[in-house]
Antibody
Framework: EVQLVESGGGLAQPGGSLRLSCAAS????????MDWVRQAPGKGLEWVGR??????????EYAASVKGRFTISRDDSQNSLYLQMNSLKTEDTAVYYC??????????WGQGTLVTVSS | DIQMTQSPSSLSASVGDRVTITCRAS??????LAWFQQKPGKAPKSLIY???RLQSGVPSKFSGSGSGTEFTLTISSLQPEDFATYYC?????????FGQGTRLEI
């Protein structure tokens, strides 16, 4: 069974940093692209970014709203995905989900971790 | 960026009804479209990908169609567990974008 478990959320100050993790199990992690998606309180879904697999040189894509501030990385030896968030803004407050990409579809999602950016 | 527009934004229906949700893309995306279901406080769940392919384990009461810029999600014989918010998403071009969601209510 595919399992994705996010962690690392919490309260951060504007301008601060936070690092989210996503632990994967139940599938061959290294075979898949992985995404981050977020959802602000009471709002819709917003795609944050993607990291490809080793065969694609671990290249990344980002939404304009986070480009230059957020960095996605992965450690295939640890079956883990990361989201380093710097220069946080109040509008980054959201539940952050990691998701597996299969057949270009986000077919499995974690339960999410809440990030609150407030002074 | 490709804008995804869902209609209606909310929909009232009854158990046993058949409903259709529409998703329009601001430019052609071939069949690079997915549908997700989200219940309050829960993660989204994949229903449909490639516009019409049913995700493994999803009941056949859910069906998708369309290509290019117009897509539909149809849910037949609504049951209480189907009342949720539904999102479309295009994955043709980065950045990936979602529709604003359709809230399906009793």
């Amino acid at each position: 069974e595919v399992q994705l478990v996010e962690s690392g959320g919490g309260l951060a100050q504007p301008g601060g940093s936070l690092r989210l993790s996503c632990a994967a199990s139940g599938f061959i992690f290294s075979d898949h692209y992985m995404d981050w998606v977020r959802q602000a309180p009471g709002k819709g879904l917003e795609w944050v970014g993607r990291i490809r697999k080793q065969a694609n040189s671990y290249t990344t894509e980002y939404a304009a709203s986070v480009k230059g501030r957020f960095t996605i990385s992965r450690d295939d030896s640890q079956n883990s995905l990361y989201l380093q968030m710097n220069s946080l803004k109040t509008e980054d407050t959201a539940v952050y989900y990691c998701a597996r990409v299969d057949n270009w579809n986000l077919d499995s999602w974690g339960q999410g971790t809440l990030v609150t950016v407030s002074s | 960026d490709i804008q995804m527009t869902q209609s209606p934004s909310s929909l009232s229906a009854s158990v046993g009804d058949r409903v259709t949700i529409t998703c329009r893309a601001s430019q052609g995306i071939s069949n690079s479209l997915a549908w997700f279901q989200q219940k309050p406080g829960k993660a989204p769940k994949s229903l449909i990908y490639a516009a019409s392919r049913l995700q493994s384990g999803v009941p056949s009461k859910f069906s998708g169609s369309g290509s290019g810029t117009e897509f539909t999600l149809t849910i037949s014989s609504l049951q209480p567990e189907d009342f949720a918010t539904y999102y479309c998403q295009q994955y043709k071009i980065y950045p990936l974008t979602f529709g604003q969601g359709t809230r399906l209510e009793i």
